[in-house]
């Protein structure tokens, strides 16, 4: 009985990492796992889905180093499932391990996709509304522990628009000690007011202090930051309204 029930599942898993891979842009290797059996899938249920891949690129210029997934139990829909394709009826908590390079992020930020989704945001000082642009934005991960940004945005401001070009050093929060800003310096324009430097680095301390993110009607929350040399690795909690068929 074991061995079927292990062949049951190697070979919903291998239908699941074609349907997946299909998806891809490119994938240097893809392991997924539908921890289930024939019984369970025609009843909806599965003990959970774990998903590991290196190299991964989407939307073209997306690229991922690494990533690990592990769902908890979920109910599934057993047609599509039998096929591969694993929809959930329910959305259902997963933990995610994701690694990205340096070279990964300027990449994406460099993308039409995350430009595009590179809003302005909006600051209130002293009774008037500013709003931040980014035009570019580079990432260096010097080591340390430490992200250092290059980049240049327009301020918008109730009168006017200014475009700022900046560097900035930071140290993103850990366990025992709060986001810290070690540098911030102006290479091209007037610079801002003191006002809107306050705003700034409290908006972005309501943003790292919130409890939960959402892209994309996904919700999520970092539980944990890690800042190597040349990477980042970021611990994640979710829940998944689907399993990303990427």
């Known amino acids: 009985m074991q061995d079927e029930h292990n062949l049951e599942e190697k070979i919903l898993s291998q239908g699941a990492e ?66 591969g394709q694993i929809e959930l009826n329910q959305p259902v908590n997963a933990t995610v391990r994701v690694v990205l390079t340096e070279s990964d992020i300027n990449r994406a930020l460099a993308s039409d996709f995350v430009r595009s989704k590179l809003q302005k945001f909006e600051l209130k000082v002293d009774d008037e509304v500013v709003s931040f642009e980014a035009k570019q934005i580079q990432v260096f991960l010097p080591g340390e522990g430490k992200i250092a940004f290059q980049g240049m945005v327009l301020l918008h401001e109730v009168d006017k628009t200014r475009q700022l070009s900046f560097t900035a050093m930071v140290r993103p929060r850990t366990h025992s000690q709060p986001i810290m800003l070690e540098s911030f310096n102006y290479n091209e324009g007037e610079g801002i007011s003191l006002e809107i430097v306050v705003a700034l680095m409290q908006k972005v301390k309501e943003l790292v202090n919130s409890p939960y993110l959402e892209f994309e009607d996904t919700v999520f929350s970092v539980k944990n930051l890690e800042v190597e040399k040349d990477r980042v690795i970021l611990l994640i909690e979710t829940k998944l309204s689907q399993i990303p068929s990427l």
Do not use: C, W, Y
């Not at 349907?19 to 893809?30: A, H, N």
């Not at 997924?32 to 998903?51: C, E, H, P, T």
């Open 18 to 83: 074609i349907m997946v891979s299909q998806g891809l842009d490119k994938v240097e290797k893809i392991d997924i796992n539908v921890q289930s059996d024939l019984f369970k899938i025609v009843q909806g249920q599965a003990d959970g889905v774990s998903f590991a891949g290196e190299g991964l690129v989407i939307q073209e210029d997306i690229r991922v180093q690494e990533i690990k997934l592990q769902t908890d139990s979920i109910d599934i829909n057993p047609l599509t499932a039998l096929f």
